[in-house]
């Protein structure tokens, strides 16, 4: 080896970590966590009178502001009265009552209960289609610069925690006497100082990524405490005044405990083993309480969860990380030793059955189904993340193999040291005999080698005495060198001493190999996080594909609104049902029910029932299933014949309160 690993590492770093600013910058688009499922009016539906709102549903809980839902005139002027009203997943605008026909637009862009910004667009449109001046672009507030740095500063925070939590228990259960070693300290401390400084980053980047998008909003102060009410505004707050007990831990950590002797530095480690652990299960919350975790399917499972598996990262790569900084930097007099290699190796181990344990829920519970795993874009990138742990567990069997052999004899390596140090020896003396010819009474002390005084000028004629001053720069240029030689000789003596045990190298490349693969796989992994997961994707394509879902007023769909009042606390709304195409056959039924202020209402059961009295035919019951808050549906629904059909709707909303009412229509 003709380099040292220093600079390859270096180098290596460099490289995955422009790969991995690579995969971040492709992640924006699918960004958004919260799917739109259904919209009322619809996307490019028709309608005859202009409604008097416009509602709409997410596949999960969103939270909005007074310009969240925006309705346009064909000429670009917002005909919608007052802030969105609603909560949960179904949000309502008032329009005005003056509307003339024509193509409206609806913009929407609100915040996913995982903290992602959700935005999007559509048209419907009043008696006929018309012109819009309307620009719909397909790009959310984290698609441009603000996205693509807050998706940066989360890789960082990540990277910095692990780092942190990772090389603090690498010296903790590992290597003890590791606390001592300079290259460790700067290791950790560099890993507080990243995740203190993209956690500010992300604090104040986070109003214009959910909202604006422009940088102009960084420094608004009204926006960031905006933020710090918000759920991943309160998260980020809390990281950072957990970083300043991680400070205190790490001034303990490579400070008293550095100083203490094995007896009681092995009391202080138990202490500290304690507060890291609890510093570090409080890092790995501000994410699981703020993000995916959080949502969805069986939440207070996964967040426990979810918490384990980034303290398994933490103590997997950041002990590589570690471990690859100590056998690569720290000074051949006190390598790192066999048995801190094996602690870490059973560690490791422990680690990746945290990781398959936890992973293997977290995958189910993202995606659902096998479906999930192909075709949607999470699932695509949960098997790129597996490939990549699986070359990564192939990496840590060769560098187990590498563990097993150290501390066994190599004759080679003896005998390489022994030529070391006679090498060393006689360059020490060239250059101490060097150095004796500089000091007094030598070519450097400005006489001739006669010892005659060198100050006689051409002519003859005595000059200016400037000997003195010639020899003393001439002895600092020749300290300067001798000094660099010193250097050479113990960067060159330390890379023999190193490379002469073979197990040690094959560890350290196996290592730094591993950590490469880690850096991309980080890099996946905090892709992942900012993608749609497979579920829900697939649970908005199920429900119509977005805003193109069921519309009460498209052409040959039947649609009609019953009022009911069950008599009990909070039992008037209204059901409004539609059963499409509205002919014999199959039909798809779209059930809503709504408050009488027009937002969702979450009832706790819902019927259908089909009768044709004039034929004897029915009651035909249907169950439908829910979707949404507020939204159930059934597909398949089969009337039999034309008629005038009795649609009877019954809500039950309580225990003890539920009414059935009905009105006719006629279908086919």
């Not at 699932?379 to 567990?393: C, M």
């Not at 010193?486 to 001493?497: E, N, T």
């Not at 950590?515 to 394509?541: I, K, M």
Request: net charge neutral; hydrophobic share 45%.
């Amino acid at each position: 080896m003709t380099q040292t690993i220093a600079p390859r590492v270096r180098i290596l770093v460099l490289l995955l970590l422009a790969a991995a600013c690579a995969l971040l910058a492709g992640a924006g688009p699918a960004a958004a966590h919260a799917a739109l499922t259904t919209a009322d009016p619809a996307q490019g539906s028709v309608v005859e009178k202009a409604p008097a709102r416009v509602t709409l549903s997410f596949s999960e809980s969103v939270s909005v502001d007074a310009d969240s839902l925006r309705v346009l005139d064909p000429g670009g002027e917002r005909v919608d009265t007052g802030g969105p009203t609603g909560s949960g997943r179904t949000y309502t605008v008032k329009l005005r009552p003056d509307l003339s026909d024509g193509t409206y637009t609806v913009a929407y862009q609100v915040v996913s209960a995982d903290s992602h910004p959700v935005a999007g667009a559509y048209t419907f449109s009043i008696g006929a289609p018309s012109e819009t001046t309307v620009q719909i672009s397909g790009r959310g507030a984290d698609d441009g610069p603000i996205g693509w740095l807050y998706g940066l500063g989360r890789y960082v925070s990540y990277a910095g925690f692990i780092v942190l939590a990772g090389g603090a228990a690498f010296v903790l259960a590992c290597w003890p006497a590791g606390s001592g070693a300079r290259v460790l300290q700067r290791l950790v401390v560099s890993g507080w100082l990243a995740l203190t400084s993209a956690t500010l980053l992300l604090l104040l980047l986070r109003g214009s990524y959910t909202g604006s998008g422009k940088a102009a909003d960084i420094l608004d102060l009204e926006l960031l405490g905006q933020v710090l009410g918000t759920k991943a505004g309160a998260a980020l707050v809390f990281r950072l005044l957990l970083l300043g007990g991680a400070a205190l831990f790490v001034a303990v950590l490579f400070g008293a405990h550095a100083r203490r002797e094995d007896a009681e530095r092995r009391r202080l480690t138990v202490g500290l083993a304690i507060g890291g652990t609890a510093v570090a299960a409080g890092f790995a919350a501000s994410w699981a309480l703020a993000e995916h975790a959080s949502t969805g399917l069986q939440a207070r499972v996964a967040m426990p969860m979810d918490i384990l598996h980034l303290l398994a990262v933490a103590a997997w790569f950041g002990g590589l990380t570690a471990l690859l900084t100590a056998l690569s930097r720290v000074p051949s007099e006190t390598p790192v030793p066999a048995s801190a290699v094996r602690r870490f190796s059973r560690v490791a181990f422990g680690s990746v059955v945290v990781l398959v344990v936890t992973g293997a829920y977290q995958s189910w519970r993202q995606l659902g189904s096998w479906t999930a795993l192909t075709d949607t874009r999470y699932g695509q990138l949960l098997l790129a993340k597996l490939g990549l742990v699986a070359v990564l567990l192939v990496l840590a069997r060769l560098s187990q193999r590498w563990t097993g052999r150290i501390g066994e004899p190599v004759p080679a390596a003896t005998a390489a040291a022994a030529e070391d140090a006679a090498g060393e020896a006689r360059v020490r003396e060239e250059v101490g005999a060097v150095g004796a010819d500089a000091g007094p009474g030598g070519a450097a002390s400005g006489t001739d080698p006669d010892g005659a005084p060198g100050t006689a000028s051409p002519g003859g004629a005595e000059g200016p005495d400037t000997s003195g001053a010639a020899g003393d720069a001439g002895d600092a240029r020749r300290a300067a060198q001798l000094g660099r030689q010193r250097a050479a000789v113990d960067a060159a003596r330390r890379k023999r001493l190193r490379d002469a045990d073979p197990h040690r190298s094959g560890l350290r490349r196996s290592v730094l190999i591993e950590a490469g693969v880690a850096v991309v796989l980080l890099a996946v992994t905090t892709a992942l996080t900012q993608t749609e997961p497979g579920r829900t994707e697939l649970e908005a394509r199920a429900a119509g594909g977005g805003a193109a879902a069921a519309s009460p007023t498209v052409p040959g769909m039947v649609s009609l609104t019953l009022p009911f009042d069950t008599g009990g606390a909070d039992g008037r709304g209204e059901a409004r049902i539609d059963l499409d195409p509205g002919r014999s056959g199959g039909n798809a039924v779209h059930l809503y029910v709504l408050r009488p202020d027009g937002t969702a209402y979450d009832v706790p059961e819902v019927k259908v029932a089909f009768t044709l009295k004039s034929k004897g035919v029915g009651p035909l019951p249907v169950v439908p299933d829910r979707i949404t808050t507020g939204h159930w549906s059934a597909s398949g629904v089969q009337i039999p014949m034309a008629g005038d059909w009795e649609v009877a709707v019954t809500v039950r909303t309580s225990d003890i309160d539920q009414v059935t009412v009905s009105k006719n229509a006629q279908i086919g």
